[in-house]
């Protein structure tokens, strides 16, 4: 049975997760290209995996796939600028950043994964992109996070 959806009226739904905002990362010859993407999770430690999902639609899926590799930045609360300009554009325009396992990563993230792809799956719109992750640095700092089609904050310390 197909559930008959308003895909944006499910967007919404989906909206209320709080998430953590990541820019996904990739370098063809001399081309650095990213996205932005909050579809990112661990998936294993041993070996290290980790999974992003990637519109079909985005020139970085085709890139990703051509040079089998890929880097994941988790964003700072202060690179709001830095998610808006890869939400808008693939180029790294005055974006400062580091290589890490051999692919751009973005400078000042709080934490920091190059990959080498594994496998890629489809799912729907989307595709999966399972990474081994090759490198990875992290540092103290608060993460940027998006819920509700906005920006939010962390509170000042944890719960309880």
Known sequence: MSLSVDPRDLRNAFGKFATGVTVITVRLGDQEHGMTANLFSSVSLDPPMLLVCVSKKARSLRVISECGQFGVSVLAEDQQSVSNHFAGKPEFENIVFAS?????????AIAQFGCRLDSIHDAGDHAILLGEISEYAYCEGRPLLYQDGGYRELSSGPLG
């Open 100 to 108: 890490l396992g051999g692919v751009p990563t973005i400078k000042g």
